[in-house]
């Protein structure tokens, strides 16, 4: 991978997580002021959420940059930032720091592996089909898996 690659795939996914995380805590304030207008809803915000309120309550902006890191949390961790109405001066920064690491990530970890998938399929289109779909039949027993073990705990 060379600087010519890396830099513009590293400022398109800067660009799109930024706006992406940034539109999810906006929506999230808007929700939050929407709702302060109306009655308590009735019942209980899902696990996620739950988990996701009880990691920005506890470590504010932390929680902001360490969710980049994640997967399956970024979402939750950001709009719970905006219903929570986490002030600008401290999100800004976190949401800042965390879309360079998750762009710094994809943008070479990713590459390089999209850079090795197109070789490998070069060399043997059957092969690299067999081993995607492989790939995404595991991925797809492990997440049933997982819902399966979940829906059994409640």
Known sequence: ?????FVPTFVGLFVIVMLRANATYWIGRGAAAGTRRWRRL?????AGWARARGLV??????????????????TAVNATAGITRMPLRRYLPAVTLGSILWAALYASVGLAAAQAWLSAAARSPVAATVVAVLLVVGLLVLG???RAQRDVRS
């Open 1 to 5: 991978m060379t600087r010519s690659h």
């Open 42 to 46: 009735e019942g209980e915000p899902s």
């Open 57 to 74: 309550h506890r470590w504010g902006p932390l929680a902001v940059v360490l969710c980049f890191l994640t997967v399956g949390v970024q």
């Open 144 to 146: 049933v898996r997982r």
